[in-house]
């Protein structure tokens, strides 16, 4: 008997080597492929069922029933999902974030992978992981790399089926930690599908994708060999790239805040000082702080009371997105 409804679990994850612009906007086919790691400590939990009778989605986030408008991201992606395996009536979704929404932390890749794996479940579909993350990716490119476990990399591929994200460490493969920096809370100004389409129109952005390839090499091999400084140098040259082609985008987008800025110079510093430690931001101002598992404490020590900084998240490395009984 089909079944009535279905719980899926995902966690975002934290891009060591970044998606930036799209080379196609609407698939989300990315311009060049990334590495990211999974998120073990923040999650989404995500219940769905069928509302047979019903003409439009309803979509719960921590409880509180969305408007038309939050909730219309989510009707486009399953109606791109209904055209690709067609299915019957509207859905209720009930999503639950362990990390306040407004923290600074994207909450759409776990949002998205939680779901696709979800409708993998309640449609039927027997969907291969590599198709669940290709569901995943119509969401939000990022949300791929949250479908498989531990370490990932998103191959760009060059059509719907082909572009997901795999494997390539497990979670225990190396102890490696992120530690989040909260600077500011609020939801972004320029949200990261806005900030994709603006990529072209930096005169930079041909220049990282041309380069994306050596970068992700580098990345890989580092991660692969537990090689700590060769991972810092090219995390940080990455994240630095995508800021630049941020910046120089028309309009201009700027995600860094003065304190963003001076925790950036602060790990520099540790790192100089022997303590392993590295940063990457997102599309946004919060700063990852990448650490190995023996540095954690002196870097958390290092940034209590730091200016501007309002919250701190520590976080493992994480599994792929399941379903929960
Ligand atoms: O998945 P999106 O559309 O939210 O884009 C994510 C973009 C970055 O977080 C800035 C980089 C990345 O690879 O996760």
New binding site residues.
């Given amino acids: 008997m089909p079944k009535n409804f279905t719980t899926a679990k995902a966690h975002p994850?934290?891009?060591f080597?970044?998606?930036?612009g799209n080379a196609d906007q609407n698939l989300?086919l990315p311009a060049n492929a990334?590495i990211?790691m999974n998120l073990s400590e923040l999650e989404t939990v995500t219940k769905i069922a069928f509302l047979p009778d019903q003409s439009s989605h309803l979509l719960k986030i921590n409880g509180i029933l969305q408007d038309t408008e939050h909730t219309s991201r989510v009707a486009t992606y399953l109606e791109s999902v209904r055209n690709l395996y067609a299915f019957q009536g509207s859905l209720a979704i009930e999503s639950h974030n362990n990390f306040p929404m407004g923290a600074g932390i994207?909450s759409?890749?776990s949002a998205f992978a939680a779901l696709a794996v979800a409708l993998n479940d309640l449609l039927e579909l027997n969907l291969p992981q590599s198709g669940i993350s290709a569901l995943a990716r119509l969401g939000?490119?990022?949300?791929c790399?949250s479908i498989p476990a531990g370490f990932t990399v998103w191959e760009k591929g060059r059509t719907h089926l082909d572009s997901f994200a795999a494997t390539f460490a497990p979670p225990d493969h190396w102890e490696l930690r992120d530690i989040i920096l909260i600077v500011a809370a609020e939801e972004k100004a320029v949200?990261?599908?806005q900030?994709?389409a603006l990529a072209d129109t930096s005169p930079y952005q041909s220049v990282r994708v041309h380069d994306a390839k050596r970068r992700l090499e580098i990345c890989r091999r580092a991660i692969l060999n537990k090689d700590f400084n060769k991972l810092a140098w090219i995390i940080e040259q990455d994240s630095d790239m995508?800021h630049a082609v941020m910046m120089t985008s028309r309009p201009p987008i700027n995600y860094w805040q003065p304190a963003s800025i001076a925790i950036m110079q602060k790990v520099r510093d540790l790192r100089k000082n022997g303590i392993a430690c590295a940063y990457t931001l997102?599309?946004g101002p919060n700063v990852h702080v990448i650490t190995l598992a023996t540095d954690q404490t002196k870097v958390i020590n290092a940034f209590k009371g730091f200016p501007g900084l309002q919250d701190m998240y520590i976080s493992n490395i994480g599994a792929g997105a399941q379903v929960i009984p």
């Fill in positions: 994850n934290i891009a080597i970044k998606y930036w989300r990334s990211s994207a759409s890749a939000s490119g990022s949300a790399r949200g990261s599908t900030g994709h995508m997102d599309a």
